[in-house]
């Protein structure tokens, strides 16, 4: 699908981010000449998970990685949505970066970057995911085969079928089963094995398939399905959706099999396989709507939608378990309904209403719109099938979603109808009737900025909604230059917005301002005893306590100590950073006070001020002490400790230790099990001058 281009240019931008302090990189080159992820992708990867159920593929994670790559850096921060729709360069070749990105050092990059080339239909990346089913790490192996079957070109069945099999993993040699099942070149895949053995239940399994297609009995198969695990019901379940004939002369034991299966994403293949057997299917159907397992009721409905015309026996059924006692059933037999035709008027909002509820769900119904026009609307969302005017229905608080997925539909629309969209998205960002979910408030501010409109009003909410967490533990990052002059905004919107986490970093924003916030006082004062939010009220508190008036080196101080309601720590750490630039002696004893504290703003904080007043005299031994808190047990002080390294000036250390720590640095970047360490070990490399993997 081919979506207009943003509608911002770059005087637009400038204004937009003059009254929006957003910290927001913009590639070189003019506009025309830029894009965006969104066009990149779309949203529909946003909801997909791997064919286990276990694993978001793009989440802001990977996202944060793929535009590093693109060259836009990003913030930990940052939400989706921005992330989603800001400009990137647009001369990038996207199956090439994404290739990049499967001999990334990381192991999830590499398998979630694998499943999304599949998503993506990114055949130049093939080459690359063959070379990955021999990758080190079992889940990339396992994503590899995935995005092979995924792009289901025939080139790949020899890496799938000839192995390695007997895999440490067993999923994984699942996993080549089920890619093959998916390209369904049974022919092909008989010769690539032929005269070939191989231990392991996989590869028996891969035979035993070859043997059912090639007898067109899948007794055997049955067997395996009722006696084996998730991983095997899920492969034969695959196999058989490509053997519809096969599935019905066994439409009873399918429907045998489902009453045993407990795990949702585990029904779905063998669900289809049975709806796709047509008409042979209803009996076996008929007693499975009346099982006392909800699960089973619901595989039932997701086997009807698949049926076809023959799912019209079943109308009956399915229109009595739209009042179903589970809500996940009613939304599968609303599903199905529309698909089929019965009842779309009432049953197609029914499911659409709740499609964000479940992004397992999201994903199916958007897969499912590429083939059943019933399911359209979940491909227009998610951007698979050209949008239409129906998209307003989706964005409306009566259907089409919740939160994110109608976020989604309103950034199509962002593009496809920006005079309109403008002042729409930015009441709703602003969501002064306090009725919009905090989800699609993010979208609409992202929205808003791709019809290239300029806030009417309080343009520091936007950067708050689109640049901020809004958590109880997330200290607003970045400058606040651009905020200044801004803090009546900021207090009318702590004391207003209804939602907390959009109050909370209204009033984070504005103790980073300083002495401005004091006229604001008594506001904040009425919020620290009034707010519904127990987290906002005790910002609020820790404001008034550190003070904002006293610019002296004792206040500093004061507001570093902890004392009765002496500040969180946050707060704290701000004051620390003031000491030292008042008082840089002082400011670097209780830098050192509390470099090795559990105290994350404060470890962190002191860490980067004593680690930059570091003489050659005094450098060694708190190199060597940082070096042995990169090994500690507490993840805070392995952060602090790269922190404290990255602040050092390279100049006072010999070339043997500055390799050493550098060394080290790299180590905690690409090993650390806690990504926030990993994060901050290649941001002190980076102010090393030694950028992660560097020599």
């Keep these: 699908m081919t979506l207009p281009a943003p509608h911002y240019t770059k005087i637009g931008l400038a204004q937009y981010l003059e009254t929006v302090p957003l910290p927001l990189p913009v590639p070189p080159g003019a506009p025309s000449t830029w894009t965006t992820a969104l066009h990149l992708f779309g949203t529909f990867p946003l909801v997909a998970k ?4 276990y694993t978001d593929i793009l ?35 996207v199956a090439e970066v994404l290739g990049g990105l499967l001999s990334h050092s990381t192991y999830w990059v590499r398998q979630r970057t694998a499943i999304l080339i599949g998503l993506m239909g990114l055949t130049g990346a093939q080459k690359q995911l063959i070379a990955n089913l021999s990758d080190s790490d079992n889940d990339a192996r396992r994503g590899a085969a995935e995005g092979l079957g995924r792009l289901g070109d025939a080139g790949a069945i020899e890496a799938l079928a000839r192995g390695p099999w007997e895999d440490s993993d067993t999923s994984v040699d699942y996993a080549r089963c089920i890619a093959l099942s998916r390209i369904n070149d049974w022919d092909r895949t008989a010769a690539a094995v032929a005269g070939m ?26 067997e395996r399905m009722e006696s084996g695990d998730d991983d095997v019901k899920r492969a034969v379940g695959r196999f058989l959706m490509g053997h519809p004939a096969m599935s019905a002369k066994h439409a009873g034991s399918l429907g045998e099999v489902m009453s045993s299966i407990d795990d949702t994403d585990a029904m779905i293949p063998v669900a289809y396989a049975l709806g796709f057997a ?5 009996g076996a159907l008929e007693e499975l709507f009346d099982s006392g397992d909800w699960r089973v009721r619901q595989g039932a409905c997701m086997a009807a939608s698949r049926m076809g015309a023959a799912g019209m026996a079943l ?33 197609g909002p029914k499911w659409q209403n709740d499609m964000s509820t479940s992004y397992q769900f999201a994903f199916r119904a958007a897969e499912l719109s590429k083939t059943e026009p019933g399911a359209a609307l979940a491909g227009q969302v998610m951007g698979l099938v050209p949008p239409t005017r129906d998209l307003f229905a989706a964005l409306g608080s009566g259907s089409g979603g919740n939160a994110d997925t109608r976020g989604y539909a309103a950034a199509y629309l962002a593009l496809l109808e920006p005079e309109l969209m403008s002042s729409v998205l930015d009441a709703m960002a602003r ?5 919009v979910p905090m989800g699609l408030r993010r979208w609409a501010a992202a929205g808003f900025l791709l019809t290239g409109g300029v806030p009417s009003r309080l343009g520091a909410m936007h950067r708050i909604l689109l640049a901020h967490e809004g958590e109880v533990s997330s200290q607003p990052k970045g400058s606040v230059e651009n905020l200044r002059g801004r803090a009546g905004e900021l207090a009318s919107i702590a004391a207003k917005d209804g939602d907390w986490p959009v109050r909370i970093d209204a009033l984070r924003l504005l103790q980073l301002l300083g002495n401005e916030a004091a006229p604001f006082k008594d506001l904040i004062h009425h919020i620290s005893i009034h707010d519904s939010d127990s987290d906002c009220r005790n910002q609020a508190r820790d404001m008034i306590d550190v003070g904002w008036t006293s610019e002296s080196v004792a206040d500093f101080l004061a507001g570093v100590i902890a004392g009765p309601r002496g500040g969180g720590d946050s707060a704290k750490a701000a004051s620390l950073k003031r000491l030292a630039g008042a008082d840089p002696a002082l400011g670097a004893l209780m830098a050192r006070r509390f470099a090795s504290g559990d105290d994350r703003d404060l470890a962190r904080a002191g860490s980067t001020i004593l680690g930059g007043v570091l003489t050659a005299a005094n450098a060694v031994p708190e190199i060597e002490a940082a070096l042995g808190r990169l090994e500690a047990d507490g993840w805070v002080l392995r952060e602090a400790a790269c922190d404290l390294l990255g602040a050092i000036d390279p100049s006072i250390v010999d070339e043997g230790l500055f390799e050493e720590f550098c060394e080290a640095l790299n180590t905690r970047a690409e090993e650390d099990d806690d990504s926030d360490v990993q994060n901050a070990a290649k941001a002190a490399l980076a102010r090393l001058g030694r950028p992660f993997g560097g020599e």
């Design 50 to 53: 791997d064919d286990r159920g």
């Design 59 to 93: 989440d802001k994670d990977l996202l944060r990685e793929i535009l590093s790559a693109f060259g836009r850096p990003t913030r930990k921060e940052e939400q989706m949505a921005l992330m989603f729709t800001t400009p990137i360069p647009g001369d990038v070749d």
């Design 197 to 222: 053995s191989a231990d392991g239940d996989g590869f028996e399994l891969l035979t035993a398939m070859i043997e059912a297609h090639k007898s067109g009995d899948g007794s055997e198969l049955i």
């Design 278 to 282: 047509g008409e042979d299917a209803v």
């Design 315 to 347: 109308k009956d059924k399915l229109v009595a378990t739209l009042s179903d006692d589970d809500g996940d059933v009613q939304r599968d037999a609303a599903l199905a309904c529309t698909i089929l035709g019965i009842q779309p008027e009432t049953t």
């Design 431 to 435: 969501d002064d009737s306090r009725d």
